[in-house]
């Protein structure tokens, strides 16, 4: 059985920063493609970022690009998002996901995990 579990939300000033990890059993992590989507009140969820099992490239959205990165530890099945520079608008409930083949633009993935709540204060 897959299981994603996202840590590391919480509450920050803007201007803070944050990691958040996902940690993945019940799969063959170093042959998934893992990404990060979000999730804000009252809004569809929406593409953060994503890291590229076979090439190492990485994806992200326009909104994050130079304050967000993503990375992965093979050997601890996990996954990271590092958000820096963070504003309330970045505020959300984020959610890890894998799959074998999806990577930007599209944007299916087989396997999510339960979300981490981010709150960016002002």
């Known amino acids: 059985q897959v299981q994603l579990v996202e840590s590391g939300g919480g509450l920050v000033q803007a201007g803070g920063s944050l990691r958040l990890s996902c940690a993945a059993s019940?799969?063959?992590?170093?042959?998934?493609?893992m990404a990060w989507f979000r999730q804000a009140p009252g809004k569809e969820r929406e593409f953060v970022a994503a890291l590229s099992w076979r090439s190492g490239d990485t994806y992200y959205a326009d909104s994050v690009k130079g304050r967000f990165t993503i990375s992965r530890d093979n050997g601890k099945d996990t996954v990271y998002l590092q958000m820096n520079s963070l504003v309330p608008e970045d505020t959300a409930v984020y959610y890890c996901?894998?799959?074998?083949?999806?990577?930007?633009?599209?944007?299916?993935?087989?396997?999510w995990g339960q979300g981490t709540q981010v709150t960016v204060s002002s």
């Open positions: 019940g799969l063959t992590f170093s042959r998934y493609h």
């Open positions: 996901a894998a799959d074998r083949r999806s990577l930007p633009p599209t944007y299916e993935y087989d396997f």
